[in-house]
C-alpha cells in the first residue's frame, strides 16, 4: 500500500465549485488564488474543468502550488472509462489533478476495477493520489482492501447539523482526510440560534464559525461562493474556537442533509 500524499499535504480550507461554469468559474477560481486559496475542488460532472484550468493559470500564482482535485463521475468508473476520462480531465484542467476521488460509489463503480484503473493512474503520473467521496466506513475498507493506491481523503456532507462524528472518527482511525461538503449547508447551518450565538460572541459571521468548528475537527472543508464570500471564508483560518463553542456547536441536535439521492450509499 502506498500513498506520494498524506492526509496533511491537503489545504484545510478548498473552493468549492459546483454551479461555477465558463467564465465565471474562471474568475472565481483565479481571485480565489490570488485571495489566498491553496486548494481548489471540482468535478467531471462539474462541466467546468476547463475553466478551472483557465482561472488556475490565470491567477498570479504559479497553478502548481495549489492543490488541485477532480472527482471521476460514477458513470466513467469502468476500467477503461475511469482511465480514458481521467486523462480527459488532465487535458481540460491542463495539469496533473493531485487527487482523483471516486465521486459516488454508483453506476459503473466496482471496487476492484476502478481501484486498479486509479492505481494505473498513479502509476503513470496523472494523478498524484487518489480519494473517495459519498462513502461509508464499509465501503471506505472494501476500497482500501483493493486499492495499490490507498485513500487520502474522503468527501462526504458535513457541517453543524450534519457532524457526521462516526464517520470522521474512522476516517482519521485510518489516516484517510475527511473534507467537509456543503459546510454551511447552502445557508442553512447559518441560522441555528448556537451558530448564531457562537458568531456574536466571538465577532465572527455565522459563516466563519462553521468552517472553524470543521477544523477544529481536523476536518478539511471547500465552500462554494459566486465570489461574495471568499475573503470572509478564507479568514475563518483566524478564528479559534474554545474548546466549550466547539462543545456547544458539536452539540445541536436539529439535523439537515442537502444531498440525499435515492438509493444513497447511507441508506442501503
Ligand atoms: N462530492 C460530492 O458529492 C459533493 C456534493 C456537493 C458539493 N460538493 C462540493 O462541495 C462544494 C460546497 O458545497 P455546496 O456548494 O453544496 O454548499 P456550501 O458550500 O455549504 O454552500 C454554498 C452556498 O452558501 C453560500 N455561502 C458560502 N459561504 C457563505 C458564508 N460565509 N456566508 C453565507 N453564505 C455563504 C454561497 O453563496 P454565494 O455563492 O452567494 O457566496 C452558496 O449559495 C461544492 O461546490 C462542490 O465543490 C461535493
Request: charged letters at 30%; one cysteine or more.
Amino acid at each position: 500500500m502506498t500513498r506520494s500524499i498524506a492526509p496533511d499535504d491537503v489545504p484545510a480550507l478548498g473552493l468549492g465549485t459546483w454551479r461555477l461554469t465558463d467564465d465565471a468559474a474562471t474568475e472565481v477560481v483565479a481571485e480565489a488564488v490570488e485571495t489566498g486559496y491553496r486548494h481548489v475542488d471540482t468535478a467531471q460532472l462539474y462541466d467546468n474543468e476547463r475553466a478551472v484550468g483557465r482561472g488556475l493559470r490565470r491567477a498570479d500564482t504559479d497553478p502548481e502550488d495549489v492543490f488541485l482535485a477532480t472527482k471521476a463521475a460514477p458513470e466513467n468508473c469502468s476500467y477503461e472509462d475511469c482511465v480514458a476520462s481521467v486523462r480527459a480531465s488532465a487535458e481540460r484542467l491542463g495539469r496533473t489533478p493531485d487527487l482523483v476521488y471516486v465521486h459516488w460509489p454508483r453506476a459503473a463503480y466496482d471496487p476492484a476495477e476502478t481501484t486498479r484503473a486509479l492505481d494505473s493512474l498513479v502509476e503513470e503520473d496523472t494523478t498524484r493520489a487518489v480519494g473517495v467521496s459519498n462513502f461509508t466506513v464499509d465501503l471506505l475498507d472494501e476500497f482500501t482492501e483493493h486499492a495499490d493506491h490507498s485513500p487520502v481523503a474522503n468527501q462526504f456532507e458535513c457541517h453543524p447539523l450534519l457532524p457526521q462524528d462516526d464517520l470522521v472518527a474512522a476516517c482519521h482511525e485510518r489516516d484517510v482526510l475527511p473534507v467537509a461538503y456543503s459546510p454551511v449547508a447552502r445557508g442553512k447551518a447559518l441560522e441555528h440560534p448556537v451558530v448564531q450565538a457562537v458568531a456574536e460572541e466571538t465577532g465572527a459571521t455565522p459563516g466563519q464559525v462553521c468552517l472553524a468548528w470543521l477544523r477544529a475537527r481536523d476536518v478539511a472543508a471547500i465552500p462554494k461562493t459566486t465570489g461574495g464570500h471568499l475573503q470572509e471564508n478564507f479568514e475563518a483560518g483566524d478564528l479559534t474556537l474554545t474548546d466549550d463553542r466547539a462543545e456547544r456547536l458539536s452539540s445541536i441536535e436539529e439535523r439537515h442533509r442537502c444531498v440525499d439521492p435515492p438509493s444513497a450509499p447511507w441508506d442501503r
